[in-house]
């Protein structure tokens, strides 16, 4: 009597596979990705031209995921890079269950600037998916009520980041969160606009997240529908694990609805003077 594999194992079979090619496969190159076996989202942050014709300069803020996947070679590319101050965005919790690998140095200094993961209660959004208790768009609209969160009821979190930048001896620098995409990318949105770089290319920068972490997505909304039994939309799942225009654009939009605009954002929320911003340029500009 032939052997007849069921239909279920023959799913599980054929996802196996293709999370297996998607696990795989060659991250696109981009020439901002600093190129580490671990971190898989670590770019440079210069390059940009500002509407003044100034650019970035390379070579002096970085952004990332978080870093506790460092391999031997990875600490020492990440010694050569020379970063003297690290802001992790991350929460308690999360330093606790993925604590950073860095190389030894007296120079490196580590600050510690806790803004909430997103989504916040993770495990909770993890059984909705599980359960299949998902509404059309539910996660889409959560995501825009937590970055317009993010930009109005963290001013101090960011102006703290905004001011280290400006810091005698703090270049270069990075900052990141757990996978340096909502946090960090609010973040290296704000720091960019400051800059004078043109919303385009902040919004660029933002999106070139999903490059980067794009076989992560594919994985994990594959892995959510299975295990739900396809009751929960992969596109619900990876409204959670993408980055996305109007995210941002949510989070600015708040931004112009309280304050007028996003000058008045950096002087009234961020309480950053004409002095703290000139810094900030003339620190990262040339």
């Not at 799913?11 to 190159?29: F, K, M, Q």
């Not at 933002?206 to 909304?221: E, G, I, P, V």
Request: proline share 5%; aromatic share 8%.
């Amino acid at each position: 009597m032939p052997f007849v594999i069921p239909s279920n194992r023959i799913l599980l079979i054929a996802i196996a596979s293709l999370l297996g090619l998607i696990a795989c496969a060659t991250l696109p190159h981009d020439s901002r990705r600093v190129n580490f076996s671990g971190p898989v989202n670590f770019r440079d942050l210069g390059g940009y031209a500002t509407v003044d014709g100034r650019h970035v300069k390379q070579k002096m803020l970085y952004r990332s995921g978080d870093l506790n996947n460092m391999s031997r070679n990875d600490l020492g590319a990440f010694a050569e890079l020379g970063i003297k101050q690290v802001y992790d965005l991350r929460t308690v919790d999360e330093r606790a269950g993925r604590p950073n690998r860095f190389p030894v140095s007296k120079s490196l200094h580590v600050v510690e600037i806790p803004l909430p993961h997103i989504p916040e209660d993770e495990a909770a959004v993890r059984r909705q998916i599980l359960s299949g208790n998902v509404s059309e768009g539910e996660f889409h609209r959560l995501r825009l009520s937590q970055y317009r969160d993010l930009a109005l009821n963290f001013q101090r979190e960011w102006s703290g980041l905004m001011r280290g930048l400006t810091e005698p001896g703090a270049l270069p620098a990075m900052f990141h969160c757990r996978e340096g995409k909502d946090r960090t990318g609010f973040g290296a949105a704000i720091v960019l606009r400051a800059l004078g770089v043109p919303s385009e290319k902040v919004m660029e920068d933002y999106l070139l997240s999903n490059r980067f972490l794009q076989s992560r997505a594919d994985r994990y909304s594959l892995m959510a529908s299975v295990a739900s039994f396809f009751r929960t939309p992969r596109e619900e799942v990876r409204a959670l694990l993408e980055v996305r225009p109007e995210y941002l654009e949510a989070a600015f939009a708040a931004i112009d609805e309280r304050y007028g605009s996003f000058e008045r954002y950096l002087h009234e929320g961020l309480d950053l003077d004409a002095n703290s911003l000139e810094r900030l340029r003339s620190t990262l500009l040339e």
